[in-house]
């Protein structure tokens, strides 16, 4: 906890908790690339440190 305390309050820094990825990366392979976007888009909310998110993958 003293990492997020410091990255979020501090820093000001974004964290993204449990990725799961994989299927994403699966994705990619079975298309030929090796690469893809994910795009995080967290709802706007004052005086909090939290939000829901709505990643969206693109190949």
Do not use: K
């Not at 799961?20 to 995080?40: I, K, N, S």
């Amino acid at each position: 906890m003293p990492v997020h305390a410091v990255g979020l309050v501090a820093v000001g820094l974004w964290m993204l908790d449990n990725c799961d990825v994989e299927v994403c990366a699966t994705t990619a392979a079975e298309l030929g690339q090796w690469d893809f976007h994910l795009a995080v888009a967290p709802v706007r909310f004052a005086g909090t440190s939290g939000s829901p998110v709505d990643p969206i993958a693109t190949f």
